[in-house]
C-alpha cells in the first residue's frame, strides 16, 4: 500500500497570501493517479485537482497542481476567505486507493 | 452535474450489521462507486469499491470479510454492508463516484453510523 504524507499538517495564513501544501508518497505514483480534494466542516470532500495539475469543473484558477515521482504539491495562489479548509491528496497504485492525513489550512 | 443521494444516519449495536445505500440523480455511474470513510475528527479512509454494473468489487486488506459493496440492477442503487461492527467502525460513510483517472467526482451527502452499547 502506497502511503501519502502530507505538510504541514496545519499551515496560518492570511488571505491574499500564497499557501503550498505538500504530498509525498512511499513510493513512485503515476502522475495521472494524484488527486487533491478540499473538505470544508460538515460537508463531504470536492475535487479540486485530477491527474496531478487539472483542474476539476468549476475550480477557480487560483487552484494549481504539480508534481511528478513521490513530490506533489497543490499551490493556491491568492487566499481567498472561503479557501480555508483541509486539504487532502489521494492516489491510486497497485489496485489500492489511499488518501493523506490532511493539511488544515487556517486563517492567521 | 448531478448528486449522490444516501441513506440516513444509523445507529447499531456492537456485533450487528449496517446497510447503507447511495443512489445517483441525475447523473450515472460510468466507470465505479467507491466507498470511503471518515472517523469523528479524522481523515479520509479509503474502504473499496466496486464496479458500474455491479459486476466486480475490491476492498482493502482491513475490511476484507466484514464488508461488501454491491449495485441493485433493478433500481441502480449501490449499498455498502459492514458486519460485526465495532466501536471504532463510527464515522460518516461516504459514497463516491469514481472516474477513469482515479480519483472521485461526486461525492454522497455521507451517512453517519455510530456504533455504540
Known amino acids: 500500500e502506497i502511503v501519502l504524507t502530507q505538510s504541514p499538517g496545519t499551515l496560518s495564513l492570511s488571505p491574499g497570501e500564497r499557501a503550498t501544501l505538500s504530498c509525498r508518497a512511499s513510493?513512485?505514483?503515476?502522475?495521472?493517479?494524484l488527486a487533491w480534494y478540499q473538505q470544508k466542516p460538515g460537508h463531504a470532500p470536492r475535487l479540486l485537482i485530477y491527474?496531478?495539475?487539472n483542474r476539476a469543473t468549476g475550480i477557480p484558477d487560483r487552484f494549481s497542481g504539480s508534481g511528478s515521482g513521490t513530490d506533489f504539491t497543490l499551490t493556491i495562489s491568492r487566499l481567498e476567505p472561503e479557501d480555508f479548509a483541509v486539504y487532502y491528496c489521494?492516489?491510486?497504485?497497485?489496485?489500492?486507493?489511499?488518501f493523506g492525513q490532511g493539511t488544515q489550512l487556517e486563517i492567521k | 452535474q448531478g448528486q449522490l443521494v444516501q441513506s440516513g444516519p444509523e445507529v447499531k449495536k456492537p456485533g450487528a450489521s449496517v446497510k447503507v445505500s447511495c443512489k445517483a440523480s441525475g447523473t450515472s455511474i460510468t466507470n465505479s462507486m467507491h466507498w470511503v470513510r471518515q472517523a469523528p475528527g479524522h481523515g479520509l479512509e479509503w474502504m473499496g469499491r466496486v464496479g458500474a454494473s455491479g459486476g466486480s468489487s475490491s476492498s482493502t486488506q482491513k475490511f476484507h470479510g466484514r464488508v461488501s459493496m454491491v449495485r441493485d440492477p433493478s433500481t441502480g442503487t449501490f449499498y455498502m454492508y459492514l458486519n460485526s461492527l465495532r466501536s471504532e467502525d463510527t464515522a460518516v460513510y461516504y459514497c463516491?463516484?469514481?472516474?477513469?483517472?482515479?480519483?472521485?467526482?461526486?461525492w454522497g451527502q455521507g451517512t453517519m453510523v455510530i456504533v455504540s452499547s
Open positions: 489521494q492516489q491510486y497504485g497497485n489496485s489500492l486507493y489511499s
Open positions: 513510493q513512485t505514483v503515476d502522475r495521472s493517479n
Open positions: 463516491a463516484r469514481g472516474t477513469a483517472l482515479r480519483a472521485f467526482d461526486i
Open positions: 491527474g496531478a495539475s
